[in-house]
């Protein structure tokens, strides 16, 4: 790679950050048939601290035939509240949910970018970003000037690409986690079969991920709770028989929910995934809302790349954030409702999955991408639950 192209002559498209936003947005501005760079500040495959499960919308928004292996796939449910009250439901969904290494799915990506076409560098930090005539220009630590006709900023929850462009959270959240290697036998007692547990602090769940011989767990609450959030998950490791082992990643990380006011762009740069603040105030996924907002951010990007017209700019600017914002962040206010009623009242929506067939028969649709939450909230069922929780709200 000639050494003009990171101080000279501009790529169509640069992306920032090797997620799956990133990764997506740089393959499908490739395809597109652009001129494309995807930047990582660590080196590839590296270690992400997430769950790992793809849901059935996160399965729709793969590209064929990803290399990536899937550790197991979930056909039962264990939910509980605070150690309490323990039921497991069958999943019957089209799609079950399927469990991945976020170093190899986020790895098995950037390849399939690099296939497309984009050339990826790794171990380059970003350290600022310019607006100029028709282009942006990219610093990065090795100070290098990268110019590019549009940037996708796909950098994490703590973006320096969202700071750029202004984007604004209205809840941020601490999640803790470890990833233990576990024996034959609790291997099998897991295999097939997740929990969700319903923790002591509001808002907060604990969870165990199947991944063969290995299980990911962890917590997740409000931040600011800290020392409370890592007492729950000593308790929860216990409770689950984990805490004697010795794990193999013990980390933690803030997940981050966008204000639905919150800027998608600034000139010539978008940005995506939790870069953008897109994350269910609920669940805390987040690789469905990166898959998405990854592929109309590689497609915007590169209609903005190749726009003769300042006006054709502007309509593949307008297209991105009107597809984020008539499904992403309408899924998270439908979401919303969810949370606030969980927040208060953990034990109903406890109830309501374990004991009212039909709410868990749309819950496990959701998981497999058959339906959504705005259209699960809209059901009789859930109209009527809603109004009940309103009662006590």
Request: aromatic share 6%; glycine share 10%.
């Given at each position: 790679?000639?050494?003009?192209?990171?101080?000279g002559?501009?790529?169509?498209?640069?992306?920032?950050?090797?997620?799956?936003a990133?990764?997506?947005?740089?393959?499908?501005?490739?395809?597109a048939?652009?001129?494309?760079?995807?930047?990582?500040?660590?080196a590839?495959?590296?270690?992400?601290?997430?769950?790992?499960?793809?849901?059935?919308?996160?399965?729709?928004?793969?590209?064929?035939?990803?290399?990536?292996t899937?550790?197991?796939?979930?056909?039962?449910?264990t939910?509980?509240?605070?150690?309490r009250?323990?039921?497991?439901?069958?999943?019957?969904?089209g799609?079950?949910?399927?469990?991945v290494?976020?170093?190899?799915?986020?790895?098995?990506?950037?390849?399939?970018?690099?296939?497309?076409?984009?050339?990826?560098?790794?171990?380059?930090?970003?350290?600022?970003?310019?607006?100029?005539?028709?282009?942006?220009?990219?610093?990065?630590?090795?100070?290098?000037?990268?110019?590019?006709?549009?940037?996708?900023?796909?950098?994490?929850?703590?973006?320096?690409?969202?700071?750029h462009?202004?984007?604004?959270?209205?809840?941020?959240?601490?999640?803790?986690?470890?990833?233990?290697?576990?024996?034959?036998?609790?291997?099998?007692?897991?295999?097939?079969?997740?929990?969700?547990?319903?923790?002591?602090?509001?808002?907060?769940?604990?969870?165990?991920?199947?991944?063969?011989?290995?299980?990911t767990?962890?917590?997740?609450?409000?931040?600011?709770?800290?020392?409370?959030?890592?007492?729950?998950?000593r308790?929860f490791?216990?409770?689950?028989?984990?805490?004697?082992?010795?794990?193999?990643?013990?980390?933690?990380?803030?997940?981050?929910?966008?204000?639905?006011d919150?800027?998608?762009?600034?000139?010539?740069?978008?940005?995506?995934?939790?870069?953008?603040?897109?994350?269910?105030?609920?669940?805390?996924?987040?690789?469905?809302?990166?898959?998405?907002?990854?592929?109309?951010?590689?497609?915007a990007?590169?209609?903005?790349?190749r726009?003769?017209?300042?006006?054709?700019?502007?309509?593949?600017?307008?297209?991105?954030?009107?597809?984020?914002?008539?499904t992403?962040?309408v899924e998270?206010l439908?979401?919303?409702?969810?949370?606030?009623?969980f927040?208060?009242?953990?034990g109903?929506?406890?109830?309501?999955?374990?004991?009212?067939?039909?709410?868990?028969?749309?819950v496990?649709?959701?998981?497999?991408?058959?339906?959504?939450?705005?259209?699960?909230?809209?059901?009789?069922?859930?109209?009527?639950?809603?109004?009940?929780?309103?009662?006590?709200?």
């Amino acid at each position: 790679m000639s050494a003009d192209r990171f101080n000279g002559q501009p790529w169509d498209v640069v992306v920032i950050g090797a997620g799956p936003a990133g990764a997506t947005a740089a393959r499908v501005a490739a395809e597109a048939g652009c001129d494309v760079l995807l930047l990582e500040r660590a080196a590839i495959p590296r270690y992400k601290t997430c769950g790992g499960g793809l849901i059935g919308c996160s399965q729709a928004f793969l590209p064929a035939g990803l290399a990536v292996t899937i550790r197991d796939e979930i056909d039962a449910v264990t939910f509980g509240w605070n150690g309490r009250r323990e039921r497991t439901v069958a999943s019957t969904a089209g799609a079950r949910c399927k469990m991945v290494f976020r170093e190899e799915f986020d790895a098995a990506l950037t390849e399939a970018a690099a296939r497309a076409g984009a050339v990826v560098r790794d171990q380059t930090a970003v350290s600022a970003l310019e607006d100029a005539a028709g282009e942006v220009v990219v610093r990065t630590g090795r100070g290098e000037r990268i110019r590019a006709r549009a940037v996708v900023g796909a950098d994490g929850s703590a973006s320096r690409v969202g700071r750029h462009v202004g984007v604004r959270c209205e809840q941020v959240d601490l999640a803790l986690e470890v990833e233990v290697p576990v024996d034959q036998r609790d291997a099998a007692k897991w295999r097939g079969r997740m929990l969700m547990e319903w923790g002591p602090l509001p808002g907060s769940f604990g969870w165990v991920f199947p991944k063969g011989d290995i299980c990911t767990a962890g917590v997740v609450a409000a931040r600011g709770k800290g020392e409370a959030t890592k007492a729950y998950l000593r308790e929860f490791l216990r409770r689950q028989g984990l805490a004697h082992l010795t794990p193999l990643h013990d980390t933690g990380h803030l997940t981050r929910c966008r204000r639905p006011d919150s800027p998608l762009a600034r000139g010539r740069t978008l940005v995506a995934g939790d870069a953008a603040g897109l994350c269910d105030p609920w669940s805390r996924e987040g690789i469905s809302f990166a898959l998405r907002s990854g592929t109309w951010a590689g497609m915007a990007a590169a209609g903005i790349a190749r726009a003769e017209r300042r006006a054709d700019a502007e309509k593949a600017l307008i297209a991105y954030t009107d597809a984020v914002r008539s499904t992403l962040e309408v899924e998270m206010l439908a979401s919303r409702q969810v949370m606030n009623v969980f927040t208060k009242l953990p034990g109903v929506v406890h109830t309501a999955l374990t004991a009212v067939p039909p709410v868990w028969r749309r819950v496990d649709s959701y998981l497999g991408g058959d339906t959504t939450i705005p259209a699960l909230l809209g059901t009789p069922v859930a109209r009527s639950a809603l109004r009940v929780a309103g009662l006590f709200l």
